[in-house]
């Protein structure tokens, strides 16, 4: 992991230094297609760990050496086409979980590695396609095994960070138009609800503390100049346990790369702890 050495100092006091960690997620929609952004915006902001999401290439395809050649280590979870995860990091990671317990799922939507005493876990949670169909039933039941096995997780894993994309937005002010998407995918009461199970197992919207009243997004969708008219939704979420989030400094997003040439229809989402 890459050490941002920080220090101030008062006249006549001794300096304090400190560390910085850098975490981001990112869904960047095909990494094959995404490779050369991915790279540029690491080049440029120097991320410690970088969790991706719907990667949509398989395990054996990672561009592990590219990576490599840029400073990281890679971890990998991938399905061909469709879905997949996977974690950047300048540690080596440890304890490697790739997928949900208690949960028959041949889809790739989890990645939990340990970097020292900090525990991440990413997630590419299903979109559930509609309200009410059998792709929401199973969002749901994959929301309550996720919840599941973050109880156990946060019980042996204090520092833990669970980020990714959570195709739900938390909360109106999360919505460009909540009055269009009121009980619409992405934005129903049912939705908000697991995600709800999920903070009060003891986790908190890291961006949210940061702008309690913030108005950003982080995806818009490809159609309608979305971007343009920030036409967007805030579904990509970095939650800190209590423990972890005693260490926070700040949480943003980087919407530079949406602005991009062929960019995902995502943007990176970023928290930062001392």
């Known amino acids: 992991m890459t050490n941002t050495t920080c220090s101030c100092h008062n006249a006549g006091r001794q300096q304090l230094a400190y560390i910085m960690v850098k975490i981001t997620s990112w869904n960047v929609n095909s990494l094959r297609v995404r490779l050369p952004q991915l790279l540029q915006w690491c080049a440029s902001e120097h991320p410690d760990i970088v969790a991706l999401q719907e990667i949509k290439l398989q395990n054996d395809a990672f561009p592990y050496q590219e990576l490599a050649d840029a400073g990281y ?3 990998c979870n991938g399905q061909k086409t469709y879905n997949g995860v996977a974690m950047l990091s300048r540690a080596p990671p440890s304890n490697i979980i790739d997928a949900l317990p208690g949960m028959d799922d041949p889809q790739r939507r989890l990645l939990a590695a340990s970097y020292g005493e900090l525990r991440v876990v990413n997630v590419y949670v299903p979109n559930g396609q509609s309200v009410g169909s059998e792709k929401y039933s199973y969002k749901l039941a994959w929301l309550h ?10 019980a042996a894993h204090p520092q833990l960070i669970l980020l990714g994309d959570f195709n739900i937005a938390p909360a109106d002010a999360d919505v460009h138009d909540p009055a ?4 619409q995918i992405l934005c129903s009461t049912a939705e908000r609800q697991a995600l709800r199970a999920l903070l009060d197992l003891g986790l908190i919207d890291s961006y949210r503390q940061s702008a309690p009243e913030g108005n950003e997004f982080s995806w818009w969708d490809y159609r309608l100049n979305g971007f343009k008219r920030n036409l967007g939704l805030r579904i990509d979420l970095t939650l800190a346990s209590t423990a972890l989030y005693g260490r926070h400094h ?3 997003i980087d919407k530079t790369p949406r602005g991009w040439e062929r960019p995902s229809d995502h943007a990176p989402v970023v928290a930062e702890f001392q």
């Open 145 to 154: 095994h996720l919840a599941m096995f973050l109880k156990q997780e946060i």
């Open 73 to 75: 280590q890679a971890i």
């Open 250 to 252: 700040r949480s943003w």
């Open 180 to 183: 269009a998407w009121h009980e």
